[in-house]
């Protein structure tokens, strides 16, 4: 808030205390401030913390089991809606008389499914996935690559993250399996008060190799060194489906887009329909 940020958006948990933290800050009301949540129970425990500083959310993201990244589901994650869950948000907070905008994310892949929730009373759409192979997205050229590629199958609802919640990823993300040594020390992002975080765990017990090199560590990645890397590759449950978004190039790869189709496409398509890109003369190299 000091750096000038228009807003901030506050998710992973349910953040008690996160507005207590920063009530003295003197931007504390003129900063936007969004919670992202995945049911009515959620925003309810959220807002008894707001209402204690008289200082509600200006949005609600809700983000349902489609989504990309960590999860605010179990194991029945599949058993759930976004559609159903976002209607329940809506009718609450007009039952509460709060006039907060409601923002879905998750499995929103076309200007239609857009759409549906805007007539549904949305006051707009969260949107990721389409959005990783642009252009101008900073993730590297093999990530980009690799969410093109990627087939139904590979993508997984996995508990290997060690903040201890679902997390949503390509099965062939780099993170997996790896070996790092624990980079508590430098980053330490997801350590617990007592210092300790599952990844410790994990790679303690995985034993070494006939020459004495650390095994893979399957069950658990080291997300705070990972994902600084580019090496945890999550994605929304369609990301299967972005090699119908763009063109094959005669090398293999595919043609990257730009935000501005992306976002126009969202804009102008109908039923569900998805507008190439005008097919490059010349492929651009990849970025180093």
């Known amino acids: 808030m000091d750096g000038g940020i228009d807003g901030i958006t506050l998710s992973a948990g ?5 507005l207590k933290l920063i009530q003295d800050n003197p931007r504390f009301r003129d900063v936007n401030i969004g919670i992202i949540v995945s049911s009515v129970r959620a925003l309810k425990i959220f807002l008894r913390s707001g209402k204690r500083l008289n200082r509600l959310p200006d949005y609600v993201v809700v983000e349902g089991p489609l989504a990309g990244g960590h999860l605010g589901f179990g194991e029945d994650w599949a058993q759930y809606d976004l559609k159903n869950i976002v209607a329940e948000v809506i009718q609450f907070l007009r039952d509460e ?17 857009a759409a549906e929730y805007l007539q549904m009373g949305a006051g707009a759409v969260q949107l990721a ?16 690559q690799a969410y093109f590629a990627a087939t139904e199958d590979q993508v997984e609802v996995s508990p290997v993250s060690a903040t201890g919640y679902l997390i949503r990823l390509l099965k062939n993300s780099p993170a997996i399996g790896s070996n790092i040594k624990p980079q508590c020390e430098p980053l330490g992002y997801n350590l617990d008060k007592n210092g300790n975080c599952p990844y410790i765990d994990a790679w303690e017990r995985t034993g070494v190799d006939a020459s004495g090199k650390k095994l893979p560590v399957m069950d658990k990645i080291c997300i705070c ?6 090496n945890v590759w999550t994605c929304g449950a369609y ?5 119908d978004t763009t063109h094959r190039l005669p090398d293999g790869r595919y043609q ?7 976002f126009k496409d969202y804009q102008f398509s109908t039923d569900h329909q998805i507008m190439l890109p005008a097919r490059m003369a010349t492929p651009k190299a990849p970025a180093a």
């Open 14 to 18: 349910l953040h008690t205390s996160s």
């Open 97 to 113: 008389e709060l006039d907060i905008p409601v923002i879905p994310a998750g499995g929103i892949f076309t200007g239609t499914d």
């Open 129 to 144: 996935t389409r959005f990783t192979v642009t252009e101008e997205c900073g993730l590297s050229d093999k990530a980009k």
């Open 225 to 230: 060194y990972h994902f600084s890397k580019h």
């Open 239 to 243: 990301v299967y489906r972005l090699k």
């Open 256 to 262: 990257l887009l730009t935000a501005e189709h992306v």
